[in-house]
């Protein structure tokens, strides 16, 4: 059975910085692009980053762009997810979520349907 096990998040001032990581068990990431979503209390869950399975390209909502940076090793079946810079909005929780990339992936990267399998979430909380 695969599962995503996300990690490092926590309490951290505004300006700071967190690194999460997500790792897959039971299958490797080899071939899935692997994404970043996050969801603030009271509000739908966002996208924030993605990574295709070569890790040749990567996209990034514009709330975080210049801030957050996406990377992947395969070797230890993990993706990071760099922020820096961090802002009280960037508050939520925080989950990755991997898919087969496929033609769909590069047009619906952004939305949820891409992805088949998810983490259970971090929670990120930064204080102004």
């Known amino acids: 059975q695969v599962q995503l096990v996300e990690s490092g998040g926590g309490l951290v001032q505004a300006g700071g910085s967190l690194r999460l990581s997500c790792v897959a068990s039971?299958?490797?990431?080899?071939?899935?692009?692997t994404a970043w979503f996050r969801q603030a209390p009271g509000q739908e869950r966002e996208f924030v980053a993605a990574v295709t399975w070569s890790g040749l390209r990567k996209y990034y909502a514009d709330s975080v762009k210049g801030r957050f940076t996406i990377s992947r090793d395969d070797a230890k079946n993990t993706v990071y997810l760099q922020m820096n810079s961090l802002k009280s909005e960037d508050t939520a929780v925080y989950y990755c979520?991997?898919?087969?990339?496929?033609?769909?992936?590069?047009?619906?990267?952004?939305?949820?349907?891409?992805?088949?399998?998810w983490g259970q979430g971090t929670q990120v909380t930064v204080s102004s």
């Open positions: 039971g299958r490797a990431f080899s071939r899935y692009a």
């Open positions: 979520a991997d898919g087969r990339e496929t033609p769909d992936f590069y047009v619906y990267y952004r939305q949820e349907d891409p992805y088949e399998t």
